[in-house]
């Protein structure tokens, strides 16, 4: 049904996320998100829309109606679906832990409450959630389909590995699973949880039944080399997929997050500047953007817990707020789903922005693909960490910021600051271009200056839009 993932037609182009899928394709038109339905699709989401559990559902689900075809194009001739477009894309291995829960959590809820109207998801993978701000938000209705009775959950295996090992992983270990997985797409295997969570089962019944018993059976089957042996079927009663869905949910709500100790307490201790200079750079971002049109997207570069995306966040429509530290990155992610801020969190080291992914390195874009029109960016205690743990010249640094948004604040971190001191330890200064007259030569031939500000301490402030 689908022609080639790369064509384009006019001014339509295909999500390049949603080849696999035989019952409906995303396509975008003149910044609208469609997405052409097979005609089975249609018939049975067209019956969906008309029940009681999508009435019940609704606040979980990407709002959505039936129009008609919005090209004159042939291949375009069919059931369309329109949906509202989310802003501030992430995938899940740029998420923090309790997004991750708060998708894994939202599945499970929609699948639970399926299964009791005899529905249930045919996929259980992460790409079918977005954050819409903080709040997780269910986008790919065709994988809602009519329950097979007696068919257990298709999709059961794959939300224990997308979601349920990775979320064990970060409760009992704290790392970033999402720098782990990244290659797998945010999958991790039973085979590859297995090593790092069997130690974990002694007291504890879901690991054994979730993963140290299949790992047992899978094994049994391999060594008896009846892999390609047909068996009749197994019967599995729809109260035992409501129970075990019941059950892994309670036992995802019961788990906490923190990255090993050391991580958030370094934070604190190495912020090196004081009230009086956190009052001038809010004050600072206020004073650049205040009189000016409502800008759409933002994006704070080292966010930190996100005071001053909160800030930013008064004057863009969208702030995505990047960030490579687990504990930081979860506290703007809980703040933002506690005030109902119009910021997203990236859990990423900008240094190394995410890759393109997948099939032909284009199912799923990189961040710069994402994020390369920016109307600002802020860059506020920055650039020295970039520089000297990251060891990217300054001139690149710069040259990112300029190609990838028209207006950037940034902070100028002098060497003499303590910051800048502390990471320079034990190490051989040889960065050269690292002075403020290279910097203001770098900066000024990007951007047009518009502001500075010094701060008590030493470190400036700049303001410049792009020539």
């Not at 045919?122 to 007696?150: C, M, R, W």
């Not at 257990?152 to 704290?174: D, I, K, Q, S």
């Not at 800030?311 to 990047?322: G, R, T, W």
Request: neutral net charge; hydrophobic residues 40%; contains cysteine.
């Amino acid at each position: 049904m689908w022609v080639a993932h790369q064509r384009k037609f006019e001014n339509v182009t295909f999500d390049n996320g949603s080849f696999k899928d035989p019952s409906g394709r995303v396509f975008y038109l003149h910044g609208h998100v469609y997405r052409l339905i097979n005609e089975d699709t249609f018939n049975f989401l067209n019956d969906f829309f008309k029940s009681e559990a999508f009435q019940n559902l609704k606040k979980s689900i990407v709002e959505t109606e039936i129009v008609e075809s919005p090209t004159d194009i042939p291949q375009f001739n069919g059931k369309i679906l329109k949906h509202k477009k989310i802003n501030g894309l992430t995938f899940c291995y740029e998420w923090t832990p309790d997004q991750f829960k708060s998708a894994a959590l939202l599945t499970l809820d929609l699948q639970i409450q399926l299964l009791k109207n005899d529905m249930m998801l045919k996929d259980a993978t992460p790409f079918n959630v977005l954050f819409e701000n903080a709040h997780p938000i269910f986008i790919d209705l065709p994988s809602i389909v009519k329950y097979q009775d007696g068919g257990g959950w298709p999709a059961f295996n794959e939300f224990l590995e997308n979601f349920f090992y990775p979320l064990l992983t970060y409760h009992h270990f704290g790392i970033d699973i999402g720098k782990l997985t990244l290659g797998h797409l945010g999958r991790m295997t039973l085979e590859e949880a297995y090593p790092l969570l069997k130690s974990k089962s002694i007291f504890n019944w879901t690991i054994w039944k979730y993963i140290r018993i299949p790992h047992y059976l899978k094994g049994k089957v391999v060594a008896s080399k009846n892999l390609n042996k047909i068996e009749t079927k197994t019967i599995i009663p729809k109260e035992i997929v409501l129970n075990n869905c019941k059950e892994l949910k309670k036992t995802i709500l019961e788990l906490n997050f923190k990255a090993p100790k050391g991580h958030w307490e370094d934070y604190t201790q190495d912020r090196t500047y004081t009230s009086e200079d956190r009052n001038i750079k809010e004050e600072f971002i206020h004073s650049c953007l205040k009189n000016k049109p409502i800008l759409k997207l933002g994006i704070d570069v080292g966010a930190n817990t996100g005071e001053f995306s909160k800030v930013l966040s008064k004057y863009v429509e969208h702030v995505i707020a990047v960030e490579s530290n687990i504990n930081c990155c979860n506290e703007i992610y809980k703040n933002s789903l506690i005030d109902n801020l119009n910021i997203s969190t990236c859990l990423m080291d900008f240094s190394q922005p995410t890759p393109s992914l997948g099939w032909a390195n284009t199912e799923r874009p990189s961040f710069l693909e994402r994020y390369g029109k920016t109307d600002v960016i802020l860059a506020l205690a920055v650039i020295h960490h970039l520089r000297f743990s990251s060891n990217v010249p300054l001139d690149f640094i710069i040259s990112l910021f300029a190609k990838i948004s028209n207006k950037i604040i940034i902070e100028w971190v002098p060497l003499e600051d303590p910051m800048v001191k502390k990471l320079l330890e034990r190490k051989e200064n040889t960065y050269f271009d690292y002075t403020e007259d290279n910097f203001l030569k770098i900066f000024n031939s990007h951007f047009k200056p518009i502001h500075e500000i010094k701060l008590p301490q030493g470190r400036k402030l700049f303001y410049g839009e792009k020539y």
